[in-house]
């Protein structure tokens, strides 16, 4: 098998975890096992631990880390990472990489069932396991589609979406991502269809979101990541549109937080201190250089902090 993957600010990415040979590191997102190996090949005694949800990526982990002592491979979802480390006694650790989204990999495999590039059946789990984006796009009423297209998709256009797949679903079930893509392109006004980009691109978005659970994940795979991060560990995660990003902007914010009394008090009575600051105040974008080469890596962010 082969999972190819693209890594958006890779360079940065590795950087950033300052990583310390004998220290341990988690990447919780292990994909095609880029970051992995990049991370492995800088330990000496220290520990590794990926971690993914997608049987097809722990697969490919796993052959793409044989022989390396320090790895351990782990298949479970980065917000399981906590009781996973503590499983196998790497608790505290001092960096977690975090990869938010789609691979190529998925988006590039027809059978996975994530593109509207394509005519295939209509799944995207990344586990493989649970509701599918059929099962959703054929039980859902309109309302509950809008509200995840909204939501998650950010779509002007979620209601007559929504209901262009309700109506459709009347002739026969919806099975493949290009009945759906040809659902959604003829459900938007013509001059939706005449715009940059597919009509069907924050459709497939918002289900895949949905499907995965995502935004719930990264909101406990954050939490979970800092609670076993040893004061000067690091958290690095690296998002590819704008949910992720604010989720993951507020909670580190939060975290590096100090005192919330009003300006006038004389003196601090909440009590509260930063438990972490960040290494990069705005985050960092890919170069011009890395666009041109992946024109995919446009939205992405790398966020860092550092635990106090």
């Given at each position: 098998?082969e999972?190819?993957h693209?890594p958006v600010?890779f360079?940065?990415a590795i950087?950033?975890?300052a990583?310390?040979?004998?220290?341990i590191?988690?990447?919780?997102?292990?994909?095609?096992g880029g970051?992995?190996?990049?991370?492995?090949?800088r330990?000496?005694?220290?520990?590794?631990?990926?971690?993914?949800q997608?049987?097809?990526?722990?697969a490919?982990?796993r052959?793409?880390?044989k022989g390396m002592k320090?790895s351990?491979?782990?298949?479970?979802n980065?917000?399981?990472?906590a009781?996973?480390?503590?499983?196998?006694?790497?608790?505290p650790?001092?960096g977690?990489?975090l990869?938010?989204g789609v691979?190529?990999y998925q988006?590039?495999t027809?059978?996975?069932?994530?593109s509207?590039?394509?005519?295939?059946?209509l799944d995207?789990r990344?586990s493989?396991?649970?509701?599918?984006?059929?099962?959703?796009?054929?039980?859902l009423?309109w309302?509950?589609?809008a509200?995840i297209?909204?939501?998650?998709?950010e779509?002007?256009?979620?209601?007559?979406?929504?209901k262009g797949?309700?109506?459709?679903?009347e002739s026969?079930p919806?099975?493949t991502t290009?009945?759906?893509?040809?659902i959604i392109?003829?459900?938007v006004?013509?001059?939706?269809?005449?715009e940059q980009?597919?009509p069907?691109r924050?459709t497939?978005?918002a289900?895949?979101?949905?499907v995965?659970?995502?935004l719930d994940?990264?909101?406990?795979?954050?939490d979970?990541?800092f609670?076993?991060?040893k004061p000067g560990?690091?958290l690095a995660?690296?998002?590819?549109?704008?949910?992720?990003d604010?989720?993951?902007?507020?909670r580190?914010a939060s975290?590096c937080q100090?005192?919330t009394?009003p300006p006038?008090?004389?003196v601090?009575?909440?009590?509260?201190?930063?438990?972490a600051?960040?290494?990069?105040?705005?985050?960092?974008?890919?170069?011009?250089?890395e666009?041109e080469?992946?024109p995919?890596s446009?939205?992405a962010r790398?966020?860092?902090?550092?635990k106090?």
């Amino acid at each position: 098998m082969e999972f190819q993957h693209k890594p958006v600010l890779f360079d940065e990415a590795i950087a950033s975890l300052a990583i310390q040979p004998d220290g341990i590191y988690i990447d919780g997102t292990a994909g095609g096992g880029g970051h992995s190996k990049a991370i492995a090949s800088r330990l000496t005694t220290g520990k590794l631990l990926s971690i993914d949800q997608d049987p097809d990526a722990i697969a490919v982990v796993r052959e793409r880390l044989k022989g390396m002592k320090c790895s351990l491979v782990a298949h479970a979802n980065f917000s399981e990472m906590a009781q996973v480390a503590k499983e196998r006694d790497l608790v505290p650790v001092d960096g977690v990489l975090l990869d938010i989204g789609v691979s190529s990999y998925q988006l590039d495999t027809p059978d996975r069932g994530f593109s509207y590039h394509s005519d295939a059946p209509l799944d995207m789990r990344m586990s493989k396991q649970g509701p599918s984006a059929k099962d959703l796009v054929n039980t859902l009423s309109w309302q509950e589609l809008a509200g995840i297209i909204s939501r998650y998709g950010e779509d002007r256009n979620a209601k007559s979406i929504a209901k262009g797949i309700v109506h459709a679903r009347e002739s026969g079930p919806i099975e493949t991502t290009g009945q759906l893509a040809e659902i959604i392109k003829a459900s938007v006004p013509a001059a939706v269809r005449r715009e940059q980009g597919h009509p069907a691109r924050k459709t497939f978005q918002a289900l895949r979101i949905e499907v995965n659970g995502e935004l719930d994940a990264l909101s406990d795979g954050l939490d979970a990541a800092f609670s076993i991060l040893k004061p000067g560990g690091r958290l690095a995660v690296i998002t590819f549109h704008s949910l992720e990003d604010r989720i993951v902007k507020q909670r580190m914010a939060s975290w590096c937080q100090g005192c919330t009394c009003p300006p006038d008090f004389p003196v601090c009575v909440c009590g509260k201190k930063p438990r972490a600051k960040l290494l990069y105040k705005k985050g960092l974008a890919p170069t011009e250089k890395e666009l041109e080469q992946n024109p995919r890596s446009r939205s992405a962010r790398l966020r860092v902090c550092i635990k106090l």
